[in-house]
């Protein structure tokens, strides 16, 4: 079985500041990662995703996240938060690329709030 | 593409009541997902679709919902005598049955069962 953690159910950071949004997650096979974004009364909008190949994965808005095998983890990472960036953060995981059988299993979610 | 559509985007319905839930993917996705979302918690699998084919469903997906796809295009989440538990964000996500396709998702249709 897969599963994904989110630590830090908000988190916040000032305009200008480094954003970081952590994410572990476990899975019995080679994992496809990918982080999506909520904002309010709205659906996921894909960030970025890690299939294979380079571990370093750039997505948009400029965004970030780095696959660490030996440390189950997926930390999504911005230089500098911009106030747009306020929203709802989710990692998942899937034993697919695309999120095949068992469709993608989500964390609980990072509320990112940006202080002026 | 002119992304996942979903119908109706927000119903308030009485205890006991049906609802149906439509969504109409992105043209040419031939796979359909169901999530359901409630309020601070990340999306839940419920169901996907290969073309009409229901391939896998979750065991939230309880006897009082069906959902179906039945011309491997847009598809229906209903759910029969809706109880206050199921008030959710259902979204709907399609993709392309390939290697590395992303899975997109609609705007969600938001259950209010009162």
């Not at chain 1, 695309?98 to 509320?111: E, I, S």
């Not at chain 2, 896998?56 to 209903?78: H, I, N, Q, V």
Request: aromatic letters at 12%.
């Amino acid at each position: 079985a897969q599963s994904v953690t989110q630590l830090g159910s908000h988190v916040s950071v000032s305009e200008g500041a480094l954003v970081l949004l952590r994410c572990n997650y476990s899975s019995s096979v080679p994992p496809y990662l990918f982080w999506y974004v909520q904002y309010p009364n709205q659906g996921l909008q894909l960030l970025l995703k890690y299939t294979t190949g380079a571990t370093l994965v750039k997505g948009i808005n400029g965004f970030e996240a780095e696959f660490k095998k030996s440390e189950t983890s997926f930390h999504l990472t911005k230089p500098s938060a911009h106030m747009s960036d306020a929203a709802e953060y989710f990692c998942a995981v899937s034993l697919y690329s695309g999120g095949g059988a068992d469709g993608l299993t989500f964390g609980k979610g990072t509320h990112l709030i940006i202080q002026p | 593409d002119t992304g996942v559509s979903q119908d109706p985007r927000h119903k308030i319905t009485k205890r006991g009541q049906n609802v149906t839930f439509r969504c109409d993917p992105i043209s040419e996705h031939n796979r359909l997902y169901w999530y359901r979302q409630t309020l601070g918690q990340g999306p839940e699998f419920l169901t996907y679709f290969q073309n009409e084919a229901q391939l896998e469903k979750s065991r939230l997906l309880s006897d009082r919902f069906s959902a179906e796809r039945p011309k491997g295009s847009f598809s229906t989440l209903e759910i029969q005598r809706t109880e206050q538990g199921d008030s959710a964000m259902y979204l709907c996500a399609s993709s392309r049955r390939r290697s590395g396709n992303t899975i997109y998702f609609g705007e969600g249709s938001w259950l209010t069962v009162v």
